[in-house]
Structures are given as structure tokens and as C-alpha cells.
């Protein structure tokens, strides 16, 4: 983001720059949202199967 803010400072000129550094970083945070929304499905899927263990062995 340091780049971004050294766009900043070149003013108005820089605005098509500044906004696909954006993107780029939109982008970036989606995929790391997903990534992390996949491991969630995996510990809720684990912490699902260990209470129908335990629901078993009582």
C-alpha cells in the first residue's frame, strides 16, 4: 500500500493507478476470504462429526 500512497501524493493524475491497485487488492482479499471460508467448512465439519461421536458413545 505504499505504493498506493505515493500515488496519492502525485494527485489526480494517478487516480487510474490508484484504483487498480484496488482491484488487485479486492482480488487479493476474495481469494483469501475463500481460502479461509474453506478451512471454516472443515473445523465446523470436524466439530460436527465429534459431537455425533460423542452423542454415540453416550
Known amino acids: 500500500m505504499q505504493e498506493f500512497a505515493q500515488f496519492r501524493l502525485e494527485?489526480?493524475?494517478t487516480l487510474k493507478q490508484r484504483q487498480l491497485l484496488l482491484m488487485?487488492?479486492?482480488q487479493k482479499l476474495k481469494q483469501e476470504i475463500q481460502r479461509l471460508n474453506q478451512e471454516l467448512d472443515i473445523v465446523d465439519y470436524k466439530i460436527e462429526f465429534y459431537a455425533e461421536k460423542m452423542l454415540e458413545l453416550e
Open 24 to 26: 488487485q487488492h479486492s
Open 11 to 13: 494527485g489526480n493524475q
